[in-house]
Structures are given as structure tokens and as C-alpha cells.
């Protein structure tokens, strides 16, 4: 057996190829941070999650994550499995998967469990995204993982990944230590598909080791972009075939936000961006509403942090925004872009994914029963 997992055919696997709807120049996807605005609640955003993996179910998108992410008031997904298992009974198409599961916070047979619980619960439908970053600030990340294992943790990954692989495929060796433990749900139950595994990464890190063992990769560009380029090419230098995958497949999560009008666009996403000046400034909070961001005194150097931001955001009209995605899906190639549009209200979140939708003339198909 090898580290990326046993020799099961790419197909068996299935859900990691996908292909573009309409006039779309790659396959579309849906990042879900479950962000919670000034004035709505957990409850209310997670509502709203549902209705965008319903739409993107109807519209043509291959796919669903969720991120992980821990103590950030301005969103509600801590619990990517528990949010999955949740899509997973209001959905019957869509893929659902984690963007990704931070695995160093998480004991491995933990993870094998849940994501073999989810694919019981959604079979042929789930996906496994990995990270090794923390999902949030250190001092959470230690109470998370317990005193001294901070540092250690994202070291320790390699070693992590494999030990899950062998859990979902129940192939410890012969007189390994947990030879005699099984993941359940498992195949130690009889034949059983299991999630496919994918990496994620906002460096060369994840970017090496996906190509390395074969695996998916999917970059942060949304958070990290102007490492994106590189990453990508490291990922396709060191792509080695594997049993998942004859050839690499790489996925970018990017910022989007479509609106009838620019003006309403450049509001909405500068909810985000005031809220991330305020996460990486100590001051997390709830998505703060369009006033409060328009009337916001920014000083020249928070100015020009939101200008930075605001300038990786694809965002305007549905043709600006249709526009921006063709032209950075020719520039780096990936296979596929990953959506998330954080704003302040749900409202407009659900339908950004239906104008960009509609702007590439993406199926309209009645939502199946869950």
C-alpha cells in the first residue's frame, strides 16, 4: 500500500475530475465559511448554508466545502463534519467536503471516523480536504491541542496523513500498534468506498507534498494569492502518478461577489474586508454591517491593507465578475475555482452564486429531494 491510499482505480474513487456547466471555463465550486453578520446569528447563517448548497446543487456546482475555523465570532463553522452531516440531509447531488479539515488539531482515527460516517450518511458524495495550519490564532490552537503541541503539530503532518489514509483503508500492517483498531463506519464492516483526500495549502508546503503523493490540491489564493502562481507550479513539478490521480488536479479557492450593481458589490465586500482588518488586528468580531464599513475612519496604513485585500476580490456586476474568473482561470491554469463569497448578509451571499450562475449560463435544475 502505498501513502496516498490502496490501488483502487481513480474512477472508483470518483468526484475529483469534474466538468465545467454551461460557459464556465472549469468546473465551479462553492467555499463556505458560514460567516455570521452584525445582527444575525449562527442559527441564521447556517440556515443560509443550506440555501446556497440547495441553489448550487440546482445551478451546476460540482461542490461544497466547508472550512474549518475556531474562535472568529464572524463565523460558525468549527465543525465542518457536524455542518456536512447537516448539508448532507438537505442535499442529493452536490459533493460535500471540508476545506478543509486543520488535521493537526484532530487525533487522525477521529477524522477517518467522522468522514466514514459522512460518506455512510452521503455515499459517493463526500470529500476530505486537509490543512495543517491551526484554522485560527495560536493561543486557540493550544487550547485545541493541549499545552506543548503547538509546534510540533504542523511537523508532525506527514506522518498524520498517513496514519489517516490507513485508517480509512484499514491496512496497518502486521504488527503495527493499531493494527487491531478500525475506523468506524469502515471497511473492516465489509467493501466500503471511502472520501478521497485532498490537500490544502496557502504555501509550497502542502503544494510539494500533494505532488508528491499524488493526491489534489486545492491552494488559498482567497487568503494567500500572491503565493498562488508558485504554488501551482511546484505542485505540477513534483506531481508524481499515483492510484488517485494519472495527473494533477488543483483547485483555487477565490473570492467572488456578484451584485445587480458595482456600488452594491464594492458595499457588500467591504464588509469582509473591514472584517478581516479587524481579525488580523486582534479584534475579531461579527461581520460588521454595509454602513458601518462605509462609515468606518480608516487610518492610511488600515487603508491600504483593505485597498490590497479588496484588490484579490473579483467582484461587480455578473459580467465584471464572469470576466475576472475567465481571466484568472487562464492565468494559473487551475482545474477548477472554488467560489466563497463573504459578506456581510446571507442574502447577498445566495445570490452572488446565482448571478454567476446565470452569467454563464449554468443549468437550472429542480432541487432533488434530499
Not at 468546473?27 to 458560514?34: I, Q
Not at 466547508?66 to 460558525?76: I, L, N, Q, T, Y
Not at 495550519?133 to 486557540?140: F, I, K, N, S, V
Amino acid at each position: 500500500m502505498s501513502d496516498t491510499g490502496d490501488a483502487q482505480p481513480q474512477q472508483s474513487r470518483g468526484g475529483i475530475r469534474a466538468t465545467a456547466r454551461g460557459r464556465a471555463p472549469v468546473p465551479l465550486s462553492v467555499l463556505d465559511l458560514v460567516t455570521v453578520g452584525a445582527g444575525s446569528t449562527a442559527h441564521d447563517s447556517l440556515r443560509t448554508s443550506v440555501a446556497i448548497a440547495r441553489l448550487a446543487e440546482s445551478r451546476g456546482y460540482h461542490r461544497h466545502w466547508v472550512a474549518e475555523h475556531h474562535s472568529m465570532p464572524g463565523v460558525a463553522s468549527s465543525s465542518p463534519a457536524v455542518i456536512l452531516a447537516h448539508l448532507a440531509a438537505h442535499t442529493s447531488r452536490i459533493r460535500l467536503g471540508s476545506g478543509g479539515v486543520m488535521l493537526p488539531n484532530h487525533a487522525p482515527l477521529a477524522i477517518a471516523e467522522q468522514f466514514g460516517t459522512l460518506e455512510a450518511l452521503a455515499p459517493g458524495r463526500i470529500d476530505l480536504g486537509l490543512g495543517r495550519a491551526p484554522g485560527t490564532d495560536g493561543r486557540t490552537a493550544a487550547a485545541l491541542r493541549g499545552p506543548g503541541r503547538l509546534d510540533e503539530a504542523a511537523d508532525e503532518f506527514p506522518r498524520q496523513l498517513k496514519e489517516l489514509t490507513r485508517f480509512l483503508d484499514d491496512d496497518f500492517p502486521d504488527g503495527h500498534p493499531y493494527a487491531r483498531v478500525h475506523a468506524v463506519p469502515g471497511p473492516v464492516q465489509g467493501p466500503a468506498a471511502r472520501p478521497p483526500v485532498w490537500l490544502l495549502g496557502s504555501s509550497g508546503f502542502s503544494a510539494r507534498l500533494a505532488g508528491e503523493l499524488g493526491l489534489p490540491f486545492a491552494y488559498a489564493h482567497h487568503f494567500s494569492a500572491a503565493g498562488t502562481l508558485p504554488a501551482l507550479d511546484l505542485y505540477r513539478q513534483t506531481f508524481r502518478p499515483s492510484a488517485v490521480l494519472d495527473a494533477p488536479y488543483a483547485v483555487i479557492g477565490v473570492s467572488a461577489l456578484a451584485a445587480d450593481s458595482e456600488a452594491e458589490a464594492r458595499a457588500q465586500v467591504l464588509t469582509g474586508a473591514l472584517s478581516m482588518l479587524r481579525l488580523r488586528t486582534g479584534r475579531p468580531g461579527l461581520v460588521p454591517t454595509p454602513e458601518e464599513a462605509a462609515a468606518y475612519p480608516f487610518s492610511p496604513a488600515e487603508r491600504e491593507f483593505v485597498d490590497g485585500w479588496l484588490h484579490n476580490i473579483v467582484h461587480g456586476t455578473p459580467d465584471a465578475v464572469r470576466a475576472g474568473l475567465d481571466d484568472l482561470a487562464k492565468r494559473t491554469g487551475a482545474d477548477e475555482l472554488m467560489l466563497t463569497a463573504n459578506a456581510h448578509s446571507g442574502e447577498a451571499r445566495l445570490r452572488s452564486y446565482g448571478l454567476v450562475a446565470d452569467a454563464y449560463g449554468m443549468p437550472v435544475e429542480a432541487p432533488a429531494a434530499p
